[in-house]
């Protein structure tokens, strides 16, 4: 499978500022996803990257708060703005990988620790 | 310490024994079910997947069950080994990944 990383891998920040979380994968995907998991819950998709168009945004999530870019087949970036302590969570990229199969499932990176202050 | 998994159920072995681990999911349109095995201070790792057209799927000392009948999805772990705590997570695939609440498995020597 692909090889996922993400930087940074943790931060505290102040209320009010933004934080930029990179994502890069080792082989061209055309299929890459921002997921958000807050403290002792479950993984929510936030958004869809595809290279060469604009993210395709999930229910309660808007662009305005996480601008998301990929400019290429191999990175993406996801912008959390304006942050509050609400959005303090774990931030995931995650990349859809098939080798050929008819379904092709998804990995994921190591995950950004965001804190917010 | 990681916050993942610290009000999710909980199913606790002993080192040895086996577990299972259990899922309701909620589409009857999904055809792809993936589980994900996430220990502390890491993302998510890819465990074993089962597609719609069958009912059971075989790995190494895991085994996934599917019943669509009930929409229900299981995990089992054979000889259960410490480094197999960790949080577990069901997903199912429609249009998109949609997962579970997951279960923390502790496993005591």
């Known amino acids: 499978s692909a090889v996922i990383s993400q930087k940074p891998s943790r931060d505290i920040c102040q209320r009010g500022t933004s934080l930029t979380i990179q994502c890069q994968v080792d082989?061209?995907?055309?299929?890459m996803f921002w997921y958000r998991q807050q403290p002792g819950q479950s993984l929510t998709l936030i958004a869809t990257?595809?290279?060469?168009?604009?993210?395709?945004?999930e229910s309660g999530f808007v662009i305005d708060k996480f601008p998301i870019s990929r400019p290429n087949l191999t990175f993406s970036t996801l912008t959390v703005s304006n942050m509050s302590p609400e959005d303090s969570s774990i931030y995931l990229c995650?990349?859809?990988?098939?080798?050929?199969?008819?379904?092709?499932?998804?990995?994921f990176g190591p995950g950004t620790r965001l804190l917010v202050l | 310490g990681e916050s993942v998994g610290l009000h999710l159920p909980t199913l606790s072995v002993q080192e040895g024994d086996n577990s299972i681990i259990n899922c309701a999911y909620s589409?009857?349109?999904?055809?792809?079910f993936i589980w994900y095995k996430q220990e502390s201070g890491k993302g998510p790792q890819f465990i074993i997947d089962?597609?719609?057209?069958?009912d059971k799927r075989q790995g190494q000392r895991v085994t996934v069950l599917l019943n669509k009948t009930v929409k229900h999805l299981s995990l089992q772990i054979a000889a259960t080994q410490p480094g197999d705590s960790a949080v577990y997570f069901c997903?199912?695939?429609?249009?998109?990944?949609?997962f579970g609440t997951g279960t923390r498995l502790q496993v005591f020597p």
């Open positions: 995650s990349v859809e990988e098939g080798s050929g199969r008819i379904v092709e499932t998804q990995y």
């Open positions: 082989s061209q995907v055309t299929m």
């Open positions: 990257a595809n290279q060469g168009s604009e993210a395709t945004y």
């Open positions: 589409n009857s349109a999904s055809d792809y």
């Open positions: 089962i597609r719609s057209n069958m």
């Open positions: 997903a199912e695939m429609a249009d998109k990944l949609i």
